[in-house]
């Protein structure tokens, strides 16, 4: 399974972002899907998450400005990011996890990361 992120780059403060990923090689629908991030010098942490019946969370650092949606036919992903400040500069990371309906093995799949910096 590959999961590959697109749509960061740079963006000044208070403009949006809409970041995608893309799933390949996967034959069910992930459980949950979601977005990390990992600021240079900090550890990752979680920005959003969805799970396969559109229940979301998100981090408190990011309630009101950010939207995660997922289509679970295409097992893709989305987050819109509005109002973006400095402190939103990052990688971001796409991240599937869950159990294989099929043997009940658990999985945990990351993408490669984009990054996202704000900055006027």
């Known amino acids: 399974v590959q999961l590959v992120e697109s749509g960061g780059g740079l963006v000044q403060p208070g403009g949006s972002l809409r970041l995608s990923c893309g799933s390949s090689?996967?034959?069910?629908?992930?459980?949950?899907m979601g977005w990390y991030r990992q600021a240079p010098g900090k550890q990752r942490e979680l920005v959003a998450v969805?799970?396969?019946?559109?229940?979301?969370n998100y981090a408190d650092s990011v309630k009101g400005r950010f939207t995660i949606s997922r289509d679970n036919a295409e097992n893709t992903m989305y987050l819109q990011m509005d109002s973006l400040k400095p402190e939103d500069t990052a990688d971001y990371y796409c991240?599937?996890?869950?159990?294989?309906?099929?043997?009940?093995?658990?999985?945990?799949?990351w993408g490669q990361g984009t990054r996202v910096t704000v900055s006027s």
């Open positions: 991240n599937a996890e869950g159990s294989n309906p099929y043997d009940a093995h658990e999985y945990d799949y």
């Open positions: 969805i799970d396969n019946r559109g229940r979301t």
């Open positions: 090689g996967s034959t069910f629908t992930f459980d949950y």
